[in-house]
């Protein structure tokens, strides 16, 4: 079977009674991974093919109309900036949306994960930053698509452009 689906996260109280009958471990990369074989803890395989743009997220629990499957999102090394001034957190984050680097927001805090061009970013910026280890999830800006034809808009065919 394929798990096709999200039905939960485990850290809703509804979903705590309902059995997982297994776990999946996943680094905060594979969480964008569309269609994916991967080993679950217990020895198992699952395939997965989820719906277009979904992002995984620790808890989220998949299913296959059968069973169901936990997502534990693996920690991994990050970085910490702490910028001087509001000026310089500005700074920081538009070169960060420049260099399409992925970026957490907790509270008030950015996490990054450590890359060259991320720490000479920081660096440049005269940025302090503290390394962590810690379960790293970006956000993702989905912007809805808007386009629409003019209303005077036509395709004009020239004798002989074919």
Known sequence: MIFDRVVGNFS???????????????????????????????????????????QLRHGDLVSDGTRQIGIAVRPCDV???HPPDASTALLLALGLGNLHAPVQLDGEQLIVVPDGPVEELLASLGVAWTSGHQRFEPQSIDAPLRAQLAGQFQIVVRPGAE
Do not use: Y
């Open 12 to 54: 809703d109280q509804t979903n705590k009674a309902s059995g997982v009958d297994d776990w999946l471990d996943l680094h905060w990369r594979e969480c964008f991974v569309r269609a994916s074989r991967r080993p679950t803890r217990g020895g198992g395989e699952i395939r997965m093919l989820l719906p277009l743009g979904m």
């Open 79 to 81: 970085l910490l900036p």
